[in-house]
């Protein structure tokens, strides 16, 4: 059974600043990541994925990703309060399947 | 495009009581999955289907759980009888093919509750 690791928080993050959401996964085999949102009470929605080495940059979002230390984070550049939600990281579970094994997600405070 | 339908989004009943969860999914998607979100906790494959056969059910409690999809459309998902630990919201997902690395879309969910 794949595993991913988060820190649940809360992290608390004050506007402007960068916030770095962290991810681990046990599966070596792994090739794609995804990083959702989650407002409480609403459903998640996917806002990156990465699937080689390296960065992706999205407007204030980069996803890193390092495949040798099993490692994928998630920076928001100029957080604002409107970031303030739980984000989860999620990997294929394989198996022929591609549903998605989840971690339980970190969830952000950006601080006014 | 419309998204991902589902119904109803709440309920409450009593344990030992059974319950059934529906799932339009997006047009033209072939693929369709139900999660169960725990609170705290992520959202956890229960089922997919890829048109009307199932594909992974390996977490799906099957002495209670029971999901179906006839047409290769919409789906239902029920539990009978349910425990106090089934209180999660249920989550719905479409894709457009099986191995879709794109992610995907998940509806608004069904909250339930059970005491």
């Known amino acids: 059974q794949k595993e991913v690791e988060q820190n649940s928080g809360p992290l608390s993050v004050p506007e402007g600043a960068i916030a770095s959401l962290n991810c681990t996964y046990s599966d070596r085999g792994s090739q794609s990541f995804f990083w959702y949102r989650q407002y409480s009470g609403k459903s998640p929605e996917l806002i990156m994925s990465i699937y080689s080495n390296g960065d992706k940059e999205d407007g204030r979002f980069t996803a890193q990703l390092n495949k040798a230390s099993q490692y994928v984070s998630l920076l928001i550049r100029d957080s604002q309060p409107s970031d303030s939600a739980t984000y989860l990281c999620?990997?294929?579970?394989?198996?022929?399947?591609?549903?998605?094994?989840f971690g339980k997600g970190t969830h952000l405070i950006i601080q006014p | 495009e419309a998204g991902v339908a589902q119904s109803p989004r709440y309920k409450i009943i009593e344990k030992r009581q059974s319950v059934a969860f529906w799932c339009n999914p997006i047009?033209?998607?072939?693929?369709l999955y139900w999660y169960q979100q725990i609170l705290g906790q992520g959202p956890k494959l229960l089922i997919q289907f890829q048109n009307n056969g199932v594909v992974d059910d390996s977490q799906l409690p099957k002495d209670r759980f029971s999901a179906e999809r006839l047409k290769g459309v919409d789906s239902t998902l029920k539990i009978q009888p349910a425990k106090l630990e089934d209180s999660a919201v249920y989550l719905c997902?479409?894709?457009?093919?099986?191995?879709?690395?794109?992610?995907?879309?998940f509806g608004s969910g069904t909250r339930l509750t059970v005491v």
């Open positions: 997902a479409s894709s457009f093919g099986q191995n879709d690395n794109y992610g995907y879309t």
């Open positions: 999620a990997v294929p579970s394989g198996g022929g399947a591609d549903g998605l094994t």
């Open positions: 047009s033209g998607h072939a693929t």
